[in-house]
């Protein structure tokens, strides 16, 4: 059977993520593309355990190298009882985050070493990268404002702007250096004309 397509949407806090990747689902599903949509950190039984470690707030601090590694953990009960079984079912994968996030907040985020980060990633992963990576990017105040109609912040939405500026840039730098896995679609526009980009990314995908 062919496998099925590792698609990743990726962008910082409040850009749409969530929105359109029940929009993309739901596209792909009325053409008969069976798929199966999953988050980071979580996805699993005990990576949505991991997750709760890691956003919410502890007494205790978490440190750097302890949530690099919890989302690695994370990452590799995902690939093993979600992600890899549905690839080799023949189902597409819509994934909100994966490692192009830890290299975003853990790397330009966080300043963590991106050898470290890379080593990590080939150790869980192996060969496995997403076929497509979809960029929302909106400049933070605009996601920032969007994500404020929540509750309290958890553990990352309490970092400062200045946080998520680095986040920001190490995504533009990624997509930058993968041109033909990246499609940047600009999120800051109105939510038809985001859609509408997606749809012309998603309609040359399956037309190839
Ligand atoms: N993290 C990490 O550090 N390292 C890793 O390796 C991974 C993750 C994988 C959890 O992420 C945290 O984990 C994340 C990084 C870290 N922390 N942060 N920040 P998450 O994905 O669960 O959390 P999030 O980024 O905060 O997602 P979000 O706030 O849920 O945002 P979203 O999914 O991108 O947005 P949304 O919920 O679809 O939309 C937000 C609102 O805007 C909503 O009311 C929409 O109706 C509205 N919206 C959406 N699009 C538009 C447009 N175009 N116009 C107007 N309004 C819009």
Redesign the pocket.
């Known amino acids: 059977m062919k496998p099925g397509l590792f698609i990743t949407l990726e ?11 029940q929009f993309m689902q739901d596209w792909l599903q009325s053409r008969n593309i069976q798929v199966s949509v999953t ?3 979580g996805g699993t039984e005990l990576a949505e355990k991991i ?1 709760a470690l ?2 919410e707030q502890h007494q205790e601090s978490l440190t750097q190298q302890a ?1 690099l590694l919890l ?1 690695f953990a994370a ?1 590799a009960q995902h690939l093993q009882h979600l992600i890899l079984p549905s690839l080799q079912q023949g189902r597409w994968v819509l994934c ?4 192009d ?2 290299y ?3 790397g330009g ?1 966080r300043g963590l070493d991106i050898q470290m980060i890379s080593m990590l990633e080939n150790t869980v992963q192996g060969s496995l990268r997403p076929d497509l990576t979809l960029l ?1 990017d909106a400049p933070v105040a605009t ?1 920032m404002q ?2 404020s ?2 509750g309290a912040l ?1 553990r ?2 309490s ?1 400062r702007y200045d946080f ?1 500026e680095r986040v920001r840039h190490s995504y533009l730098q990624q997509a930058q250096a993968s041109p033909q896995r990246y499609r940047i679609i600009d ?5 038809p ?2 859609q509408q980009q997606i749809v012309e990314v998603l309609t040359a995908l399956i037309t190839l």
Not at 187 to 191: E, F
């Open positions: 962008g910082g806090e409040g850009v749409g993520k969530s929105t359109n990747l988050r980071e950190p997750r890691l956003l949530e989302v990452r909100d985050r994966f490692t996030a830890t975003a907040y853990q985020g929302l996601g969007r994500a109609k929540r958890d990352f939405e970092e998520f999120a800051s526009l109105p939510l004309d985001v």
